[in-house]
């Protein structure tokens, strides 16, 4: 098996959806000539031609509303927000629209659509090229929202995200577009939407998280696994979320931190502790605590590893549960 990056693993999907099902075509602002602004659509345009991969102009509501049309009409289009913070603008086409298809139409016409997007910060880009407010999304009834982590994971989860016959919302962390490489399948898999992955299993406490943050976790836990046995949890579909996982490890541990880099209000650790408080209260032998950005605009490129999730915090986090 060939060692690919995520940006390499998201391209491979989509080569081979393209080749499989004429009817997959991917949209966006320079995906065709140019490849998309990380390159993961680099060469598709030599592969399946203009008509399946379109250079759109700039306008995110025209791209994800075209996208629409042509999910409503049979089509499987793969739209691209080049970033996560331009997709504001066709924010209105996705709640008001797509997600609400299937029940407008009282089943009549579904909306398979993919909206990619490279979320997160880290890599010192400017305003309104950092954000990480999946938790907007999260809360529109009939939007999946997934966020993958490693390279195979984002192969597996971007099939299953393009045959879902619902929208979809993909979240690419972008810092990790090319910061790890692994083995990832040249053959077709699917990794089924709505179902987390316990990456190390454990005993003392449990740590969620998923995207962007998964990778300062992992080496934080790397620091800490010598001193304490624990549960690591990638989310990877915060919707549908997959409480069962959770709840199942929390119950065995008694203990969990969650990190996310999105704000701490109202983010999708919220959600996870108030279902923790549902249906494990009675198993906690400590608060749950939450390592999170802050409720404040992601700040330009000095002041960025302020606000990320970092291993030190992290690590504070994890001390601070199990010393409770």
């Known amino acids: 098996m060939a060692k690919l990056s995520i ?8 080569r081979q959806e393209m080749k499989r099902d004429k009817s997959v075509l991917v949209l966006g602002e ?14 598709l345009l030599k592969l399946f031609g203009k008509e399946r ?3 759109t102009p700039l306008s995110e509501s025209g791209i994800i509303g075209t996208s629409i049309g042509l999910a409503i009409a ?23 629209h797509a997600a609400r298809m299937r029940t407008r139409s009282r089943g009549a016409y579904s909306c398979p659509l993919v909206v990619r997007a490279p979320y997160a910060g880290g890599i010192k880009a400017l305003e309104h090229h950092s954000e990480s ?39 690419e962390p972008k ?25 190390q299993e454990g005993s003392d406490v449990t740590v969620v998280s998923y995207g962007a943050s998964m990778h300062e976790t992992k080496k934080a836990l790397a620091e800490l696994n010598e001193k304490f046995s624990i549960e690591l949890i990638d989310v990877r ?4 979320l997959d409480d069962e996982t959770i709840i199942t490890s929390v119950k065995k541990t008694g203990r969990c931190v969650i990190v996310h880099e999105g704000p701490r209000s109202c983010g999708l650790a919220a959600e996870i502790i108030a279902r923790i408080n549902e249906k494990a209260l009675l198993s906690l032998k400590a608060p749950v605590v939450r390592v999170t950005g802050f409720d404040t605009v992601m700040p330009l490129a000095k002041l960025e590893w302020e606000y990320i999730p970092t291993v030190s915090r992290i690590k504070k986090a994890i001390f601070e549960v199990t010393a409770f």
């Open 133 to 171: 407010m999946e938790a907007l999304y999260r809360h529109i009834p009939g939007l999946k929202v997934v966020i993958p982590s490693t390279p195979s994971d984002a192969k597996g989860l971007l099939i299953s995200a393009i045959r879902d016959p619902d929208p979809v919302l993909f979240l």
């Open 74 to 96: 049979g089509m499987k289009p793969v739209a691209e927000i080049q970033f996560d913070g331009f997709i504001y603008p066709g924010f209105d086409q996705l709640i008001s």
């Open 7 to 14: 940006v390499e693993a998201i391209n491979l999907a989509l």
């Open 175 to 199: 810092r990790l577009y090319r910061a790890l490489r692994e083995e990832v399948p040249e053959k077709e898999y699917l990794i089924p939407l709505g179902r987390s992955k316990i990456v």
């Open 237 to 240: 579909t915060i919707s549908p």
């Open 53 to 55: 991969v379109i250079d």
């Open 30 to 43: 320079d995906v065709g000539v140019d490849g998309g602004v990380f390159r993961a659509t680099e060469g």
